[in-house]
């Protein structure tokens, strides 16, 4: 079991602990020393009753949920608004009956341009790989994934025609930019000495941006075991699929005029990118996920290359104004790809471990 302590600035949504724990068959646990296994199969033997309280970030032993809703009550009167909540993120491997929400997960991550790929058959070949691919959940196994990570191996999956549909739609949304020579030398049918993996993730938008680390490094273990087991898992390059956003001064007009943009904080630029757009569009664009500047810290000289691109089927800007809440700009999603070395998405995934 991995416990994380998380300070009240790294999600403003939520100021929590949050336990990790990986729940797989022993015949496929992820783990990083003999320890962590046998630890494992004690927990499994442990009643739920018998099992420590979580520790916080103090070293002091969290309180049962009621408990805290009780000891929030009775603060308030002391001007303390700070609030601990208490969330089990649990690991799983895809299940067949995660198609529904991964597949929701996938048209999220896709956005506009969703209904231009199969994202049935998609969801399919992701259930389909027993060896790698992450889902989080809170409701245990049979729950909804909050979350997923995954690959699609190109090379072994070449063949199939959502592939090739995805592969055709990245080369077209790649067309223009730096990015574009990258990817026609590594996905093109010619070239066997490359064995690029197309990175698949996305989590619901409340979701803390903690559960990152320990997913990606999670996969990087699954894909070392695949290739232990002489699976053919071994990547020269992984291609990240994300989203950002650019924001839209409004146009509409207000009751008292036309509407005036406010002055910005800076706190509403967190996880800020100033990467180079593609041709279609140099504004500057934000992250949804804070991780993604780590990877794009890495995506410099031979290491990789990225580029921003605008949905094929993108939704007027006149419909990203009217949809602005709380602010006074409206926001338009975008598509992002992040290409990686092997060296360079290893790099990447080790630095955003949380440090011991």
């Known amino acids: 079991m991995l416990i994380l302590s998380l300070p009240h600035s790294a999600q403003p949504q939520i100021s929590s602990i949050?336990?990790?724990?990986?729940?797989?068959?022993l015949s496929k646990l992820i783990a990083p020393s003999t320890a962590m296994v046998k630890r494992r199969q004690e927990d499994d033997s442990v009643a739920e009753s018998e099992r420590p309280i979580p520790q916080n970030g103090t070293g002091k032993h969290a309180a049962p949920a009621d408990q805290n809703e009780d000891e929030d009550m009775s603060s308030g009167s002391d001007g303390d608004d700070k609030e601990i909540v208490n969330v089990d993120f649990e690991f799983f491997d895809p299940q067949d009956h995660d198609f529904?929400?991964?597949?929701?997960?996938?048209?999220q991550l896709f956005d506009a341009d969703a209904t231009l790929l199969d994202l049935s058959a998609l969801t399919d070949l992701i259930l389909a790989q027993k060896l790698v691919g992450s889902t989080v959940k809170v409701d245990g196994r049979e729950g909804d994934p909050y979350s997923f990570l995954t690959v699609v191996n190109l090379n072994m999956h070449r063949g199939d025609a959502a592939v090739q549909s995805l592969v055709s739609y990245l080369l077209e949304r790649s067309a223009g930019t730096p990015l574009e020579p990258h990817l026609r030398a590594l996905l093109a049918d010619s070239n066997p000495s490359s064995n690029t993996a197309i990175v698949l993730s996305e989590r619901l938008i409340n979701m803390p941006a903690e559960i990152s680390p320990p997913s990606y490094k999670m996969l990087l273990e699954?894909?070392?075991?695949?290739?232990?087991?002489?699976e053919p898992y071994t990547f020269t390059h992984y291609l990240l699929i994300s989203k950002v956003y650019a924001e839209i001064e409004s146009k509409l007009e207000?009751?008292?005029?036309?509407?005036?943009?406010?002055k910005r904080h800076k706190s509403k630029k967190l996880f800020s990118s100033k990467s180079a757009a593609s041709s279609t569009s140099l504004s500057q664009t934000f992250n949804f996920h804070p991780e993604d500047e780590i990877f794009l810290s890495r995506a410099t000289g031979d290491n990789g290359a990225h580029a921003v691109y605008r949905y094929k089927t993108e939704v007027p800007?006149?419909?990203?104004?009217?949809?602005?809440?709380?602010?006074?700009?409206?926001?338009?999603?975008?598509?992002?790809?992040?290409?990686?070395?092997?060296?360079?998405?290893?790099?990447?995934?080790?630095?955003?471990q949380p440090s011991t």
């Open 317 to 352: 800007e006149e419909s990203a104004d009217a949809k602005r809440a709380f602010q006074d700009f409206g926001i338009l999603p975008k598509g992002r790809m992040i290409l990686l070395s092997r060296d360079a998405f290893v790099s990447a995934v080790e630095g955003m």
């Open 18 to 25: 949050f336990n990790i724990l990986r729940r797989r068959p």
């Open 100 to 107: 529904h929400g991964i597949k929701l997960l996938l048209r």
């Open 222 to 230: 699954e894909i070392e075991l695949a290739v232990e087991d002489n």
């Open 254 to 262: 207000t009751p008292d005029g036309p509407s005036r943009p406010s």
